[in-house]
T-cell receptor, first 117, second 111 residues
Framework: GAVVSQHPSWVICKSGTSVKIECRSLDFQATTMFWYRQFPKQSLMLMAT?????????EQGVEKDKFLINHASLTLSTLTVTSAHPEDSSFYIC?????????????FGDGTRLSIL | SQQGEEDPQALSIQEGENATMNCSYK?????LQWYRQNSGRGLVHLILIRSNEREKHSGRLRVTLDTSKKSSSLLITASRAADTASYFCATDAAGNNRLAFGKGNQVVVIP
């Protein structure tokens, strides 16, 4: 089955630190990946669409300079939370689907819990 | 933007009982998907139902879709303790895999 690996699973760091989260599709190519944010006991909020070889598309209200996305290959997208502050603490999840096929289920990473002190 | 919204429910049922949860959405869709999330983990895909389908089964799961009412339901039959999780519906309005998630239903199955 399709597997998406997300790393790290848990990060605790000081305010002002930049944190990079990786999302890899292990056994399939993904020209598009998605990044979500989830607050406790709430639903997933789509932050941005990561496109291989081009700029990410950000949802309204998401600061692109705060959340830098790079999709340099068909199997890897990274989300960097720049100069993180306590309000950026959250659960971040990525997803991907097999390229070139419509009506595909998405495969999710296990998420990254980010805690900013 | 498209948004799936489950009826806000926290279900607590006994093992062996059936669990039903609902989802409504506001605009036309290409497909609707159901996912399960165990606490602190990523989401696991359960079923995808296309807009021209009315019902779909997968093991103990049954999903219905009523596009005239813009609603869907997920039925879990003969529930097990391992079914304890949050369940989300998500809609794909344009067929481009960009999903809008509903609020989720927390299901607790008591052994």
């Amino acid at each position: 089955g399709a597997v998406v690996s997300q790393h790290p699973s848990w990060v605790i760091c000081k305010s002002g630190t930049s944190v990079k989260i990786e999302c890899r599709s292990l056994d399939f190519q993904a020209t598009t990946m998605f990044w979500y944010r989830q607050f406790p006991k709430q639903s997933l909020m789509l932050m941005a669409t990561s496109n291989e070889g081009s700029k990410a598309t950000y949802e309204q209200g998401v600061e692109k300079d705060k959340f830098l996305i790079n999709h340099a290959s068909l199997t890897l997208s990274t989300l960097t939370v720049t100069s993180a502050h306590p309000e950026d603490s959250s659960f971040y999840i990525c997803s991907a689907y097999r390229s070139g096929q419509p009506n595909q289920p998405q495969h999710f990473g296990d998420g990254t819990r980010l805690s900013i002190l | 933007s498209q948004q799936g919204e489950e009826d806000p429910q926290a279900l607590s049922i006994q093992e062996g009982e059936n669990a039903t949860m609902n989802c409504s959405y506001k605009t036309s869709i290409n497909n609707l998907q159901w996912y399960r999330q165990n606490s602190g983990r990523g989401l696991v895909h359960l079923i995808l139902i296309r807009s021209n389908e009315r019902e779909k089964h997968s093991g103990r799961l049954r999903v219905t879709l009523d596009t005239s009412k813009k609603s869907s339901s997920l039925l879990i039959t003969a529930s097990r303790a391992a079914d304890t999780a949050s369940y989300f519906c998500a809609t794909d309005a344009a067929g481009n895999n960009r999903l809008a998630f509903g609020k989720g239903n927390q299901v607790v199955v008591i052994p």
